[in-house]
């Protein structure tokens, strides 16, 4: 069973930064995409960051909201993606999810190329 949970959320303050990891069991870890996407109240989900698998050599991809800012990576060791988050703004409050999907040559940023999905990770930040 494939399980992908997030953790690092939290209640911060403007201008402060933030790791969410989101922990994966139950695939080939070396061999998907992973996205980070964000939900805020009464809005769509919107894509965040993406890594490719291992072998496409790491592509990364960024929404140009937090380019400069944010910053995903990989630990394939540990089947974790990592989702560093620098400069917070209070619209970066949201529900933070990451996603999996399995291996393309450019890791997508449309939520439905995405079959796998972490619970959430609330992350609040204030003026």
């Known amino acids: 069973q494939v399980q992908l949970v997030e953790s690092g959320g939290g209640l911060v303050q403007a201008g402060v930064s933030l790791r969410l990891s989101c922990t994966t069991s139950g695939l080939f870890f070396n061999a998907y995409s992973m996205g980070w996407f964000r939900q805020a109240p009464g809005k769509d989900r919107e894509f965040v960051a993406a890594?490719?698998?291992?072998?496409?050599?790491?592509?990364?991809r960024y929404a140009d909201s937090v380019k400069g800012r944010f910053a995903i990576s990989r630990d394939n060791a540990k089947n974790t993606v990592y989702l560093q988050m620098n400069s917070l703004k209070p619209e970066d409050t949201a529900v933070y999810y990451c996603?999996?999907?399995?291996?393309?040559?450019?890791?997508?940023?449309?939520?439905?190329?995405?079959?796998?999905w972490g619970q959430g990770t609330q992350v609040t930040v204030s003026a």
């Open positions: 890594i490719g698998w291992s072998g496409s050599g790491g592509t990364t």
């Open positions: 996603a999996a999907k399995i291996a393309g040559e450019i890791p997508p940023t449309a939520a439905h190329e995405y079959r796998n």
